[in-house]
T-cell receptor, first 112, second 111 residues
Framework: GENVEQHPSTLSVQEGDSAVIKCTYS??????FPWYKQELGKGPQLIID?????GEKKDQRIAVTLNKTAKHFSLHITETQPEDSAVYFC???????????FGAGTTVTVRA | DARVTQTPRHKVTEMGQEVTMRCQPI?????VFWYRQTMMQGLELLAY????????DSGMPKDRFSAEMPDATLATLKIQPSEPRDSAVYFC?????????FGEGSRLTVL
């Protein structure tokens, strides 16, 4: 099955700085890579996703990059704000079944 | 505002008792997933359905867990008998073409 590894497990950044989270996956057949944000006491919320036919996608302050050859993908948050503090999960799945395998999560703390 | 609804939000029970968690997926979504979240194991897939048919429940302990979708508006996850190691947050998620939307979760504590 798919194995997703995520680094770092914790990340502390100064408000306004950038945050980068990296993930690797094992199944070369995976072709869908979403990122989720989970706030305390809530369920994970989809914030951005990328499919294997593109290398980069951007949505305001959030961007995701994908390198299929190396089997890794990254989340970039620019101009971080206190409300970006949360746990972020990467995930991977095949488009034929959409069974998401999740990374272990990264706790992001934005210092004011 | 379409969302996945889970009940109960919190459940405290004693070991050996039956627990049933319910989920109302977003109308029109054809896939429903059950995940369990713990500090040690992270987010684990327990079972999933497509068009109400169970496709994979390999992540569930078969002897005590069961998942069903009696109709398109209701998915259930049952634990019988419950054990302290089942204490976790259980999430239901529904989706269409891959984008999954999670409910707020059911926090289960088994004493």
């Amino acid at each position: 099955g798919e194995n997703v590894e995520q680094h770092p497990s914790t990340l502390s950044v100064q408000e306004g700085d950038s945050a980068v989270i990296k993930c690797t996956y094992s199944d070369s057949a995976s072709n869908y890579f979403p990122w989720y944000k989970q706030e305390l006491g809530k369920g994970p919320q989809l914030i951005i996703d990328i499919r294997s036919n593109v290398g980069e996608k951007k949505d305001q302050r959030i961007a995701v990059t994908l390198n299929k050859t190396a089997k890794h993908f990254s989340l970039h948050i620019t101009e971080t704000q206190p409300e970006d503090s949360a746990v972020y999960f990467c995930a991977a799945s095949r488009r034929d079944d959409y069974k998401l395998s999740f990374g272990a999560g990264t706790t992001v703390t934005v210092r004011a | 505002d379409a969302r996945v609804t889970q009940t109960p939000r919190h459940k405290v029970t004693e070991m050996g008792q039956e627990v049933t968690m319910r989920c109302q997926p977003i109308l029109g979504h054809n896939t429903v997933f059950w995940y369990r979240q713990t500090m040690m194991q992270g987010l684990e897939l327990l079972a999933y359905f497509r068009n109400r048919a169970p496709l994979d429940d390999s992540g569930m302990p078969k002897d005590r867990f069961s998942a069903e979708m009696p109709d398109a508006t209701l998915a259930t996850l049952k634990i019988q008998p419950s054990e302290p190691r089942d204490s976790a947050v259980y999430f239901c998620a529904s989706g269409l073409r891959g984008e999954l939307f999670f409910g707020e979760g059911s926090r289960l504590t088994v004493l």
